[in-house]
């Protein structure tokens, strides 16, 4: 029996193999992909981004508390870039898996690719693709919102949260950044600090002005709940508003239209993995491109014209295998 | 006249306009680049990266300072990539411009592009050649390293400037990242604070242990410098240390192989860039393969087996054009 066959029955150590298959980028990895793609759809993808240290992990750990109550399984992406300075995911995902190491029902996976944050983002959109597979109703991908790669993750969720804190002073960022467009709900967490009703206030404020980009979803205003992720506060009502933005997506037909703008993305991401890793090789080999690279580091060839060429060649000589 | 000659005749307005041309990526100003690119290669690029908040942009403005008391002439490059939470590099691009605005041998420049990261790279890249055409003897790329993005920047430099600053619990993180392989010199700012001392030992105990990635360069042991930006102390030091370096990199044959690096990355993002636009349009155009992404939207087309027929109908249809 084929790894993508065990992940369908739910088995756990085969979604984990899978799983670090896709990190490493194994040609065999893709094709179990390939038998688990028409098996997916169905799970519920939440995106949860904020700056670091406001409490998005203790957030995710009381979330997968309340689904596991309504008796829903839940998967979870802790996506780490890993970043030089940060680098800290590994951690977290131990810490967590103490919490619900025993139940069968909650799988846990930290990603923490090194390379482009475009690598990143496919194998969390890959991740997503076998736990939704798995048969996992609600998917959460908590993302360091600290660079634009983690908010394209963010928004190929289906329901997108943005956690803030008070004394942070992310308010006026995230306005300014227009982050206020990617969220579908506002976390205010470690609502006991003084200052979280002000920024609810100026969220709330600022929702008002807010023309909506997608005109038939202008009926849904963005929530803002307040949370106390250490004692678990809020936390029935924020996952209550998951499951309402829900409904008015199935409803509204914005659900259809989310994923269609997600599977084009994908669509991108796995024509630029493989023009990637084509050319990378052709690159690092020599061959007869040496000649142009060498006229190229000589200043000979720009930029431009050097890739041009190699495109051409490219063409000229390349028919790829359909699978 | 072209935009391209103005810049070589050292034209800061004309400067400026092309690399507004090149982070908005319009055709023209790739055309201009193409011009401008057999007259680089003479700058001297020093890239400087480090967590936010260690002072990084201080520490520039000692190193402009220092650069022109010797009578160099000075490029500065600020990578910010954009990130909802932070976001913050124009502020400081204006705060900078009130000190040397009215030196015409300083050209400051922010980079706060949007969107992929790769993207960042390739406008930081491209500007460094705009302002070595312009004829500045030494090029500063200054990156906020919490990403693996501004990492590969501060690898395409000549010269790599690590700061780290005290109390700021950095530096287990640059010893676990792997971050000490692109320190060519290391940087402790705010050397004033307590525990300055510790890391400058730390560091030199870890260098002890360090096994030279590039056998030909093992003979370069990193230097520590302490600074304090806000002062002036050390930037003296850290310049003669930088200067130190690229001559080590001349004689030693390093800077010739760290140029052929750079080319190699910057041909296949050149490459990268061509496919993810001519893609993009595609895909966002419909047309003949609508179906293809229709199907693959519902389901019944894998991520991987759409992409290779993409990529063959591409390479049966398209024949490039050379510049």
Not at 215 to 229: F, I, R
Not at 230 to 250: C, M, P, T, W
Request: some cysteine; glycine content about 12%.
């Amino acid at each position: 029996m084929g790894l993508a066959d065990k992940v369908l029955e739910g088995n756990v150590q085969a979604a984990a193999r899978l799983i670090t298959g896709i990190e490493d980028e194994l040609p065999g990895a893709i094709q179990e992909l390939d038998i688990l793609y028409p098996h997916t759809g169905r799970a519920h993808i939440v995106g949860i981004t904020g700056a670091p240290g406001i409490g998005k992990s203790t957030l995710v750990d009381c979330l997968i508390g309340v689904f596991r109550k309504r008796d829903m399984t839940v998967g979870v992406i802790a996506v780490d870039p890993t970043s030089p300075f940060t680098g800290g995911a590994i951690l977290g995902d131990r810490i967590r898996m103490q919490h619900y190491g025993t139940d069968k029902d909650v799988f846990i996976r930290s990603l923490a690719t090194r390379g482009w944050s475009g690598g990143l983002a496919k194998a969390a959109i890959s991740t997503v693709h076998v736990m939704d597979a798995m048969g996992k109703d609600v998917i959460l991908i908590e993302t360091v919102g600290t660079g634009q790669g983690e908010v394209e993750i963010a928004r190929v969720a289906d329901t997108c949260l943005v956690v803030l804190s008070p004394g942070t002073g992310d308010e006026i960022q995230v306005i300014k950044a227009g982050i206020m467009e990617i969220a579908d709900i506002f976390v205010i967490n470690k609502a006991d600090k003084p200052g979280a009703e002000n920024i609810a206030m100026e969220i709330e404020m600022m929702l008002g002005m807010k023309t909506c980009p997608h005109p038939s979803e202008a009926d849904w205003k963005p929530g803002v709940v307040l949370t106390e992720a250490i004692s678990g506060r809020g936390a029935e009502e924020l996952v209550e508003q998951i499951s309402k933005h829900r409904e008015f997506l199935v409803c509204g037909g914005g659900l259809e239209r989310r994923r269609e703008e997600r599977a084009k993305q994908e669509l991108m991401g796995a024509i630029e993995s493989f023009v990637r890793s084509y050319f990378h090789q052709e690159i690092e080999r020599g061959g007869e491109m040496e000649k142009l690279i060498a006229d190229f580091v000589r200043r000979k060839e720009s930029p431009h014209s050097a890739a041009m060429k190699i495109i051409r060649q490219f063409t000229s000589q390349f028919r790829p295998v359909t699978s």
